[in-house]
């Protein structure tokens, strides 16, 4: 049995571990194995390893190594942070104080936004907020033709992602009412599974408070109008005009071998939601206070810890335009936090670690060895390594991502001369670039299983067709920018 990603029929609430991951039993054996030998090979190092000292990187190399064979993230961080307690020599107490200080990190702080952005998710989908904004969508771009559907699906999928800040939550909310609009006009389930796949991917990174993005914002020190300029904006319109000409290719492509939707795919889609009376009224209020929040923001540059506040505030504020007494809203906030405390845990564990290695110094032996050498280099060429070493190489969620590639080169990144917005372009690539390709991936699985489809080789070329024009743009504008 092979690593496989949650499966898409089962819903996000239903599990209890985000990253959760079938591993065959060779890759347990495997991983178990490695794992063992590095926190044996650590404590050997610890033995002899003074700061700063190049052996802080092995367990950077752990993570990645434990995560590339499919070790459930949290756990893997947990032998990584183990391994660099015990080259810094820590005892228990100044473990359980390396704890401590990381609760209030700022890489905690993510984690505890991705939590509430989960919150505010399901207070959308009670008050039935998320349901109309598709609905209102749908009706403004029309459905008598295929491409005003086509470019309905993907601008509901688009906001609906921007304003929950999640892309398999979002779909499974649009699905039920995506689904019999694209059918009555023709449309084939590879198709829409294709259009759902690219606005989500889309509104994913446009939404302003998603943790990756947030994340993003704060290793490049920029506001979200930096970060739409230089990086989702780009990726954001190229994906929906790429999409009006794949999305008909693979149309055609599709109809021939008559991959519609039949009556038994739309079963469970055409059963509408009650949508609740006060629907309306709570939409406009969240969005209204969704605008007013970013604009505050932007202009007053609040940083990292405003979502702290503007999340539970979107949710509440949700809630009473709906009329739901306070111990429902906080209930329903409960909830959909509640589901992503593996997250929190990660990131928490994750600021433990970040914290040993900058004890150990390893980056400073790096940048002494290898200072002149960066200082002389090609701007262009390291953004583009860093890039393609996340979107390829660095294992984890989004979020997890970006921290640690900032952790490790946002300093080398400093010194050959990378501006803010060449930076974000770095982070953003090398964090959602895997969302489109070039392998299958959860994300893809998910809006596959939600539009029926089962023709995973149309997702893949949907992906790299984008990905393809999306790298040419980027390149020409890092190149402009170094």
Not at 48 to 59: F, K, N, Q, S
Not at 137 to 164: F, H, I, W
Not at 391 to 398: D, E, F, L, S
Request: charged fraction near 10%; aromatic fraction near 8%.
């Amino acid at each position: 049995m092979t690593d496989q990603p949650p499966s898409a029929t089962t819903a996000p609430q239903d599990r209890a571990n985000a990253y959760e991951l079938e591993q065959g039993r060779g890759r347990r054996i495997a991983t178990t194995a490695i794992a063992v030998a590095g926190l044996v090979v650590c404590a050997v190092a610890g033995t002899v390893a003074e700061a700063p000292t190049l052996w802080g990187i092995l367990p950077i190399a752990m993570y990645a190594v434990l995560c590339l064979l499919g070790m459930d993230l949290v756990i893997a961080t947990v032998v990584s942070l183990v391994g660099g307690v015990l080259i810094a020599r820590q005892t228990p107490a100044e473990f359980g104080a390396l704890l401590g200080e990381s609760m209030g990190d700022l890489v905690t702080t993510i984690g505890v936004i991705i939590m509430l952005g989960a919150g505010v998710g399901e207070v959308l989908r009670v008050t039935g907020v998320a349901h109309t904004i598709v609905h209102r969508v749908m009706r403004m771009a029309g459905d008598r033709s295929r491409r005003a559907v086509l470019l309905g699906v993907m601008l509901s999928c688009l906001v609906l992602v921007t304003s929950l800040g999640t892309l398999a939550g979002a779909l499974a909310i649009a699905a039920p009412i995506l689904l019999p609009v694209a059918a009555r006009v023709g449309f084939t389930r590879a198709a829409t599974a294709a259009m759902m796949f690219v606005g989500g991917c889309a509104g994913l990174a446009l939404a302003p408070f998603a943790g990756s993005n947030v994340a993003i914002m704060e290793a490049a020190d920029v506001g979200y109008l930096t970060y739409l300029q230089y990086g989702a904006a780009p990726i954001a319109v190229l994906s929906i005009l790429m999409a009006m000409f794949i999305v008909p290719w693979i149309q055609r492509r599709t109809a021939l071998r008559g991959d519609f939707y039949t009556d038994a795919d739309l079963e469970t889609g055409t059963e509408q939601a009650d949508v609740p009376p006060y629907a309306g009224r709570a939409t406009a209020v969240f969005l209204v206070l969704l605008v007013a929040t970013v604009a505050y923001a932007t202009i007053t540059a609040a940083g990292t810890a405003f979502p702290l506040l503007a999340l539970p505030l979107l949710g509440i504020g949700t809630g009473v335009a709906a009329r739901l007494p306070a111990t429902e809203i906080a209930g329903h906030l409960y909830r959909g936090a509640a589901r992503l405390v593996s997250i929190f845990l990660l990131f928490w564990l994750l600021a433990a670690l970040f914290l040993v290695i900058d004890g150990l110094q390893p980056y400073d032996v790096v940048l002494e060895m290898f200072g002149p050498q960066l200082q002389n280099s090609s701007g262009l060429g390291f953004a583009a390594a860093i890039a393609l070493l996340g979107w390829v190489g660095v294992p984890g969620a989004t979020a997890a991502q970006v921290v640690l590639l900032d952790e490790v080169f946002g300093g080398i990144a400093s010194t050959v001369g990378l501006g803010a917005g060449a930076w974000v372009i770095v982070l953003l690539w090398a964090s959602k670039a895997d969302t489109y390709g070039p392998f299958p991936n959860a994300n893809m699985i998910g809006a596959m299983g939600l539009a029926r489809s089962t023709d995973l080789r149309s997702l893949l070329f949907t992906g790299w067709l984008v990905l393809i024009p999306a790298c040419l743009l980027y390149v020409a504008i890092l190149a402009v920018l170094t």
